[in-house]
């Protein structure tokens, strides 16, 4: 192996242990304002909008923070992420009587823009880290060990929460993103992802035909899981089941888990080559395993709460599986897809997608689950990933004739 190719690695697994720490401690913050807010005897719907802030900055975001990391460089970006996330830790610090639902989303705003400017950062930097036919297996790699280790912050955030105490929780996240902060800013290449050219800010949307259709299907995608997960589901297991919470989050840890392990080893268990012609298949198979899911709790439903329950989370981590060989897919497609010089623009613009199917999930998760119950948040689930599979037709396997026509 080349100097250079030891030297992109190092960097490579600098940038994953950047991603992790963050990761961590983002599942663990979601976890921490969730059950706080929920003690305090807020409903589905309150608890849902603490976290719309978190979600509609990512939008601006991923849109903007492509078009900066492609100006002043991807370790800026990820330093900068790292850095309002203590920022965003340390607001929640204050008095319980200053903790309003107000004040708790202005925190909830400057977490959800450092969550996206470090995503953006990682997801960026692979192109120009590791070579072209290695990209659909480090891209999984890196985004199946921070969608487990995601997992782990859930589990995590429910344990401290219920053992140790709010506060006490946000400074220890705060110390260890501190010595990340301070690892990055002293060995992360400061020449990372900054483009050759000047990035014009005209360029912040993609003038690609694939990635504007990928990115629509991937609005949906999310949008599908954020409606169940976000908010119904550990609210219903909490309320329904009665579960305890470091229970709901030790089952949120493990879905998340399997997610990211199962992405983690898609390259070895789905072919490359049909990347793009598999999409729209695995999205019609998780909308209908989903829907399965909503029919077997209203057929149950409270006459026999354990087979509703079994039915549920087994079903629940069947979508993990299958949720993950879909995301896998559009991680890899997005970065392939991507231009060469400046990737966080077209990388950027994607995830913009994606935050916005984020929001719109969690904003239908306490509104349909308010006014309809858990079922119902599946059933709209199912619909969702119909959408998706329906615009994944039709993408092509590769994006860079499309690019050059468009004059990128």
Same mark, same amino acid.
């Given at each position: 192996?080349?100097?250079?190719?030891?030297?992109?690695?190092?960097?490579?697994?600098?940038?994953?242990?950047?991603?992790?720490?963050?990761?961590?401690?983002?599942?663990?913050?979601?976890?921490?304002?969730?059950?706080?807010?929920?003690?305090?005897?807020?409903?589905?719907?309150?608890?849902?909008?603490?976290?719309?802030?978190?979600?509609?900055?990512?939008?601006?975001?991923?849109?903007?923070?492509?078009?900066?990391? %492609?100006?002043?460089?991807?370790?800026?970006?990820?330093?900068?992420?790292?850095?309002?996330?203590?920022?965003?830790?340390?607001?929640?610090?204050?008095?319980?009587?200053?903790?309003?639902?107000?004040?708790?989303?202005?925190?909830?705003?400057?977490?959800?823009?450092?969550?996206?400017?470090?995503?953006?950062?990682?997801?960026?930097?692979?192109?120009?880290?590791?070579?072209?036919?290695?990209?659909?297996?480090?891209?999984?790699?890196?985004?199946?060990?921070?969608?487990?280790?995601?997992?782990?912050?859930?589990?995590?955030?429910?344990?401290?929460?219920?053992?140790?105490?709010?506060?006490?929780?946000?400074?220890?996240?705060?110390?260890?993103?501190?010595?990340?902060?301070?690892?990055?800013?002293?060995?992360?290449?400061?020449?990372?992802?900054?483009?050759?050219?000047?990035?014009?800010?005209?360029?912040?949307?993609?003038?690609? %035909?694939?990635?504007?259709?990928?990115? %629509?299907?991937?609005?949906f995608l999310f949008a599908a899981r954020d409606v169940w997960f976000v908010v119904a589901l550990p609210v219903s297991l909490a309320q329904f089941?009665?579960? !305890?919470?470091?229970?709901?989050?030790?089952?949120?840890?493990?879905?998340?888990?399997?997610?990211?392990?199962?992405?983690?080893?898609?390259?070895?268990?789905?072919?490359?080559?049909?990347?793009? !012609?598999?999409?729209?298949?695995?999205?019609?198979?998780?909308?209908?395993?989903?829907?399965?899911?909503?029919?077997?709790?209203?057929?149950?439903?409270?006459?026999?709460?354990?087979?509703?329950?079994?039915?549920?989370?087994?079903?629940?981590?069947?979508?993990?599986?299958?949720?993950?060989?879909?995301?896998?897919?559009?991680?890899?497609?997005?970065?392939?897809?991507?231009?060469?010089?400046?990737?966080?623009?077209?990388?950027?613009?994607?995830?913009?997608?994606?935050?916005?199917?984020?929001?719109?999930?969690?904003?239908?998760?306490?509104?349909?689950?308010?006014?309809?119950?858990?079922?119902?948040?599946?059933?709209?689930?199912?619909?969702?990933?119909?959408?998706? %599979?329906?615009?994944?037709?039709?993408?092509?396997?590769?994006?860079?004739?499309?690019?050059?026509?468009?004059?990128?």
């Amino acid at each position: 192996m080349s100097e250079t190719n030891n030297t992109g690695m190092r960097q490579y697994g600098l940038i994953c242990a950047n991603y992790w720490v963050f990761t961590i401690t983002d599942g663990a913050l979601r976890m921490l304002v969730l059950w706080y807010f929920h003690q305090q005897g807020y409903g589905a719907l309150a608890i849902a909008s603490l976290f719309v802030f978190y979600e509609l900055f990512g939008v601006f975001t991923n849109l903007f923070g492509g078009w900066l990391g %492609a100006r002043i460089g991807l370790n800026q970006t990820m330093n900068l992420g790292l850095l309002l996330q203590i920022v965003s830790l340390g607001l929640l610090l204050v008095p319980a009587d200053m903790l309003t639902v107000v004040w708790v989303m202005i925190a909830q705003a400057g977490s959800g823009i450092a969550k996206d400017l470090n995503k953006m950062s990682a997801k960026s930097a692979i192109k120009n880290l590791v070579a072209k036919d290695q990209l659909f297996t480090w891209v999984a790699r890196l985004t199946g060990s921070k969608n487990s280790l995601k997992g782990l912050g859930f589990f995590v955030g429910s344990l401290l929460f219920q053992f140790w105490g709010f506060q006490e929780a946000l400074l220890l996240m705060m110390a260890l993103l501190g010595i990340a902060l301070v690892a990055s800013l002293v060995l992360l290449d400061k020449r990372l992802g900054k483009s050759q050219y000047k990035a014009k800010f005209k360029e912040l949307f993609s003038n690609s %035909a694939a990635l504007n259709q990928l990115s %629509a299907a991937r609005l949906f995608l999310f949008a599908a899981r954020d409606v169940w997960f976000v908010v119904a589901l550990p609210v219903s297991l909490a309320q329904f089941f009665a579960w !305890s919470h470091a229970s709901v989050g030790a089952f949120l840890a493990c879905w998340i888990v399997v997610y990211g392990l199962v992405q983690g080893f898609a390259p070895q268990m789905v072919r490359q080559k049909k990347a793009a !012609s598999s999409l729209w298949f695995w999205a019609a198979l998780l909308s209908v395993l989903t829907g399965l899911i909503a029919a077997s709790l209203w057929l149950n439903g409270q006459q026999n709460l354990l087979l509703s329950q079994a039915l549920l989370l087994s079903g629940l981590l069947a979508f993990a599986g299958i949720f993950a060989i879909n995301s896998a897919y559009h991680s890899y497609l997005v970065v392939a897809y991507a231009r060469a010089d400046g990737a966080s623009l077209d990388v950027g613009f994607y995830y913009m997608s994606n935050a916005l199917g984020r929001l719109l999930g969690t904003i239908l998760s306490g509104w349909v689950y308010a006014s309809f119950g858990l079922a119902a948040c599946l059933a709209v689930s199912a619909v969702l990933l119909l959408l998706a %599979a329906a615009l994944a037709r039709g993408l092509p396997e590769s994006a860079e004739n499309d690019q050059e026509e468009a004059g990128v």
